[in-house]
Structures are given as C-alpha cells and as structure tokens.
C-alpha cells in the first residue's frame, strides 16, 4: 500500500503516507509558455483563480495556513479543486474539517487524481464531483520514514541476495503488533471523518474485507490491506463522489 500520513497516504488514510499510482501528467499539446505556466501554478499551490481554490502536490500544514491567513479570500470561492497524491494525514484531518466547515464543493477535474490523505479532504466536500477519468486512492495510515527504518532493522535479515522478512527476529513480532493497532486507529479515525460527511460505511467495510496484500512486508505496510485506486464511477456506490461529469464539460 502506498497511499502513518492513511491515507488512508484515502488512509493513516502514511501517517495515511501518499500513496502512489501515477506519475506526473504529459501534455504534449502543450505549447512551451503553457506548459511553463502550469509547472508554476505547482508550485504555488495552493491558489485561487477566479471563484476556485487550486490544491495541487504535497498535503501539509502550508495548507491548513494558507486557510487561515487567506479566510477572508477561501470564504468566497466556490469551488475546491485537488490534483493530489497525498501527504501528511494529520494535517488532511485539520484541513478536511475546514473545508466541511465551509461548505464547499470539491472537484476532480478531467485526469486529475487524489489519492491517500487528499481523500480526506475530497470527502468534506458539500458536493462531490469528480470528471469520470478520475481517481481516488484509499488506503491505510503508513509509517513514516524514522519507523520503516525500525521495521527494516527489526524485521529484515540482509543476505545475500538481499534483505529477507523474518518475523521470528527478536522484537519483531512486538513491533508489528503495536504498529498494527496505531495504524489501525489512524485508518479508522479518517473513516469516520469521511463518514460524518455522508460517506458510506461501506467504504471502510469493504475495504477491511480486502485480503492482505502479499506485499506488504516488502512495502512495510503495517496494516497489511493493499492500495485501492476508485474510479469517479465507482466511488459513487460508496457516495464518495456525488456527480461524476463527462471529461469533455471542462
């Protein structure tokens, strides 16, 4: 799982750590000055342009900031648009009940993806909307950086065809317990976020019922259940998204 910032990284739901799925979009249409603008408006992020507040990149307390200096100018879009792979999940929870408190709309436009701790912040949206070649990625909360060296160290033996997991080693088994049970309460805490918004519980229902991925010691992913990539379409069952639009309104 790739999505503890869960990301839940829509987990948490690494942290939720974010999760990967896609690299960064081409645009080979593109003229040279256009594609200039658009690696700048990344950078800055977030902004607003015209009645919409652009989050693009990394999700972090810049964010939650940027809500509080900008009030005045965020209470007056309409719109918040996320183009996100995901980040740190305490700070999507903080972010997410802003927006939920705003009342806002978010949106998914045409290619755009939110994965791990932008699904937070996605599901706090008044209304939903995601263009219907969209993404969501759920999964759950992740170690961060200093803990995945504690797992590495507690849980690996290096040999020589490279490190192998050994769960039998001294103090491994401890570590995989405790850190099953905080990612789990990460995982379950940004669910219930989701849910206070009018997210289905089936979401998180379905999602613990997910066989563990085979993978998961390799990818140290304490939760063990595997990244799980929505289409808009399909995140309307779990009333995730609450409108999907053709690629070709925007």
């Known amino acids: 799982m790739r999505f503890v910032s869960i990301a839940l990284q829509v987990m948490v739901v690494s942290t939720l750590s974010a999760s990967a799925v896609a690299g960064p979009r081409e645009f080979p249409g593109s003229p040279d000055g256009a594609a200039d603008l658009d690696r700048l408006r990344r950078i800055v992020s977030p902004h607003i342009e015209g009645d919409t507040l652009v989050i693009e990149g990394r999700i972090?307390?810049?964010?939650?900031d940027y809500l509080?200096?900008?009030?005045?100018?965020?209470?007056?879009?309409?719109v918040i648009e996320l183009d996100s792979l995901g980040g740190n999940v305490e700070w999507a929870l903080e972010i997410a009940r802003r927006i939920k408190?705003?009342?806002?709309?978010?949106?998914l436009t045409s290619q755009h993806y939110c994965a791990s701790a932008c699904a937070f912040i996605f599901a706090a949206g008044r209304e939903r909307v995601a263009a219907e070649d969209t993404w969501i990625g759920i999964h759950g909360a992740r170690l961060g950086p200093g803990y995945t060296s504690n797992f590495q160290g507690l849980c690996f033996e290096d040999l020589d065809g490279g490190a192998v997991f050994e769960p039998r080693k001294t103090g491994c088994r401890q570590f995989l317990d405790r850190w099953y049970e905080v990612t789990l309460t990460r995982t379950n805490e940004a669910f219930a976020a989701m849910e206070g918004n009018?997210?289905?519980?089936?979401l998180r229902n379905t999602y613990f019922a997910m066989p563990d991925d085979p993978e998961w010691p390799a990818q140290m992913n304490a939760i063990r259940k595997p990244d799980w990539p929505l289409s808009a379409t399909d995140a309307v069952k779990y009333n995730l998204v609450t409108k999907v639009l053709a690629k070709t309104n925007f």
């Open 60 to 64: 972090d307390s810049h964010i939650y």
């Open 68 to 78: 509080q200096y900008e009030a005045q100018r965020v209470a007056a879009v309409r």
């Open 101 to 107: 408190e705003l009342g806002k709309t978010t949106l």
């Open 198 to 202: 009018g997210v289905s519980p089936d």
